[in-house]
Nanobody, 124 residues
Framework: DVQLQASGGGLVQPGGSVRLSCVVSGLSLDDYSIAWFRQAPGKEREGVAIIAEGDGSTYYHASVKGRFTVSSDTAKNTVYLHMNSLQPEDTAIYYC?????????????????WGRGTQVTVSS
């Protein structure tokens, strides 16, 4: 049974940082690429970062490049999203999702498995 469990969200002030975690079970990070998506109220879900299976190469949406970093700990089967310099427009529910193989797609429909989201609110 495949499960992805995202956690770590909360309320953060503008300019602040937060680290999200996605604990994965039932599949291997050597076989699946993991992406972080977010969805703000009234907006479509958008991909923000991907870490590829195998070599762990990364890819970012332009809106977060230089501020967000995706990483993984294969021993813990966990993927992280480190978010810095947060702004109110980063407020959203953040989801992690898995896609088989090496893929840099930000099309949500391509993904095989999804976790429940974690809310990140950036506000003073």
């Amino acid at each position: 049974d495949v499960q992805l469990q995202a956690s770590g969200g909360g309320l953060v002030q503008p300019g602040g940082s937060v680290r999200l975690s996605c604990v994965v079970s039932g599949l291997s990070l050597d076989d699946y690429s993991i992406a972080w998506f977010r969805q703000a109220p009234g907006k479509e879900r958008e991909g923000v970062a991907i870490i590829a299976e195998g070599d762990g190469s990364t890819y970012y949406h332009a809106s977060v490049k230089g501020r967000f970093t995706v990483s993984s700990d294969t021993a813990k089967n966990t993927v992280y999203l480190h978010m810095n310099s947060l702004q109110p427009e980063d407020t959203a529910i953040y989801y992690c999702a898995a896609i088989y193989g090496l893929d840099y797609s930000f099309n949500a429909r391509d993904y095989d498995y999804w976790g429940r989201g974690t809310q990140v609110t950036v506000s003073s």
